[in-house]
Structure formats: C-alpha cells, structure tokens
C-alpha cells in the first residue's frame, strides 16, 4: 500500500478551505457566537472527516478505477467518517475551549450542528468524489488520444512502406 502524500495534503487544505466557508457562513447566521468557536469547531470537525474518510478508503480494497471502495463499505466510509468525524471534533473543540457540548446546556445546539455537519459532509464527499471522477476521466481522454495518434503514425507508416519499395524498384530499372 503506497500513500500519495501530496494528493492527500491537496485534499486537506481544500478541506481545510471548505471549513473555513463553513465557518463563515455559520458565523453570518449566529454573529453573537465568537468566530473563534466557530472556526475551531469546524476545522475540527471538518479536518476529523476528511481524515478518516480519505485514509480510511486505505482499509478497503478498491475499485482500480476509482480508487474507492466497492459495495457496503463505499456507503459505509463516508457515513461512519462523518460520525466519526462529528465526535471526534466535537471532543477536541470541547477539550479546545474547556467545556463539553454533551451537557444539558448544550443540548439546543446539538441537533443543529449535526445537520449542519451531516449537509457540509455530503457537500464535501460529493465535490471530492467528483473533481477524482473528473481528473481519472481527464486521464482516459489523454490516453485515448495518445492511443490514436499511435494508430495515425502506424497507419501512415503502413501506407508508406508499399510506396517507398515502389519508388526503390523503379530506381533500380
């Protein structure tokens, strides 16, 4: 098993950059809530379901096309890293800032944070699984078009041999 380090620091700091609009969308809508709450939340939470999403596909075998899992676990990675992602960053932010959104204080807040991380989430795992189907359709074109032009060039040369003994025979007369 080989990890592309640079493909996976490209997808954090694009997950990275969708937090952060997250955040800002989020502190548009609650502006009496600090921005630093709300920044440290969704980078946690955000960073925490990239990771186990995108280096959880590593535990599966995957489909050589794709490079994404095949059957339950594609439906299953995304949803468990989502979860997995909630709690996880929920607990570090808590951990962050001293204080737990488990108790009943927090409760309120509890079911609107995970429908927002449950829409931001698919959001996120819909523009990944789309830029990585367009850039492997990107490549099946350039191969294809490296394919024909071999076949041009062998097709040429095919039409030239008969010639070019032609021309030698008649020379030779």
């Not at 996880?88 to 944070?113: C, E, N, Y």
């Not at 490296?146 to 030698?168: C, G, S, W």
Request: hydrophobic share 45%; with cysteine; aromatic share 12%.
């Amino acid at each position: 098993m080989r990890i592309d380090w640079p493909h996976h620091l490209r997808h954090l700091l694009q997950a990275g950059a969708f937090c952060l609009a997250v955040s800002g969308v989020l502190y548009a809508f609650n502006p009496s809530q600090r921005y630093a709450v709300t920044i440290v939340y969704s980078l946690g939470i955000g960073l925490s379901t990239w990771a186990l999403i995108d280096f959880g596909r590593y535990l599966f075998p995957s489909v050589a096309d794709t490079g994404w899992p095949a059957g339950a676990p594609a439906l299953l990675l995304p949803l468990g890293g989502i979860v997995g992602g909630y709690l996880i960053g929920t607990l570090g932010a808590d951990w962050w800032f001293g204080w737990s959104s488990w108790d009943g204080s927090a409760q309120a807040h509890l079911s609107r944070s995970l429908l927002i991380t449950g829409l931001s989430g698919v959001c996120a795992i819909y523009y990944f699984y789309s830029r990585g189907k367009s850039i492997r359709l990107e490549r099946r074109m350039v191969e294809a078009r490296r394919q024909a032009t071999e076949a041009r060039l062998k097709l040429l040369e095919v039409q030239l041999e008969p010639h070019m003994l032609f021309n030698t025979l008649a020379c030779a007369c």
